[in-house]
């Protein structure tokens, strides 16, 4: 038997993102069209964005305002779902080049609780381009890097606001909270996973004993597939646990299964997942 976990296939802060990217080349039909980092983490979104002569520019924390600067008037550049520091928006406020804003608006709703804060920590992946702009909101933002942790030494006052990147793992979110929790007792508390990831990790967690196989649909490059696969780990040792971008890469392993779930990143499309649903019939 092979089962849909739902929510499956793209969210709505993603389907959004890619329906502003389409009517930004609609409206500016003449102008050259960026999208200055990749608009979601996935690769078949990307290349979609090319056929319709949406371009990608791949660009990191450091190069990233070299890279604004050489944008002109013909450009039109869009910025993406995860969010951005504000001073990209200026440079090219200054240089007279059109911007669009893609972000989602789950990541705007918690960058306005930060700016709003005297002192933030903020959880989350260090580099991922929803941390960079988050720690850009507030002077007074200090980073809990889910990898390295935080200096406390840092922390000045005693009830910081602590808030998250909106695509962490739920179990690993309740950890760092008690561990905060522990050193900070007067802290604020803020859960800002988004529910579209939430529900998500959620259903793989409560998978019952009859599934077999578990296929995870997306890329390594999204946060909450990453997400879904290591809880999928943690949560099933037992189970055959498959991570893949497309079906062709799920023809390489060779699967033999009894119940098989197929779940899915917030970023990957329904297509990629029917496909993978018809091939795995097919066996
Ligand atoms: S995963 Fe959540 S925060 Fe990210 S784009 Fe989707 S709805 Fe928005």
Redesign the pocket.
């Known amino acids: 038997m092979i089962t849909l976990l739902k929510p499956i296939g793209?969210?709505?802060?993603?389907l959004?993102?890619i329906e502003i990217a389409k009517e930004t080349k609609e409206k500016y039909k003449d102008k050259n069209i960026y999208v200055f980092g990749l608009l979601?983490h996935n690769e078949e979104v990307v290349k979609d964005l090319e056929e319709h002569d949406i371009k990608t520019i791949e660009m990191n924390e450091d190069n990233a305002i070299d890279l604004l600067n050489k944008f002109t008037s013909d450009d039109v550049v869009i910025f993406t779902?995860?969010g951005h520091p504000r001073v990209y928006e200026d440079i090219l406020k200054k240089n007279d080049v059109t911007y669009v804003d893609a972000t989602?608006?789950?990541?705007k709703d918690c960058f306005n609780v930060i700016k709003e804060a005297k002192e933030v920590i903020y959880i989350g992946k260090a580099g991922h381009p929803?941390t960079v702009a988050a720690l850009t909101m507030n002077q007074n933002a200090h980073l809990y890097d889910i990898r390295s942790g935080l200096d406390y030494s840092l922390i000045k006052s005693d009830n910081p606001l602590v808030i998250n990147q909106?695509?962490l793992s739920f179990l690993e979110l309740a950890r760092i909270h008690q561990e905060i929790k522990d050193k900070l007792t007067n802290a604020v508390f803020y859960d800002e996973i988004?529910?579209?990831?939430l529900l998500r990790q959620k259903a793989i967690n409560e998978l019952g004993d009859d599934v077999d196989t578990v296929i995870i649909v997306g890329s390594k490059k999204s946060s909450?597939t990453m997400k879904l696969y290591e809880i999928a780990k943690n949560i099933h040792p037992d189970k055959h646990i498959v991570l893949v971008n497309n079906v062709n890469e799920l023809k390489e392993y060779g699967l033999v299964f009894k119940n098989a779930v197929i779940a899915s990143g917030?970023?990957t499309s329904i297509e990629t997942i029917n496909e993978i649903k018809d091939y795995l019939s097919s066996l």
Do not use: I, Q
């Open positions: 793209h969210c709505f802060g993603v959004k993102a979601v779902a995860h989602c608006s789950k990541v929803e909106t695509t988004c529910n579209a990831t909450n917030t970023s």
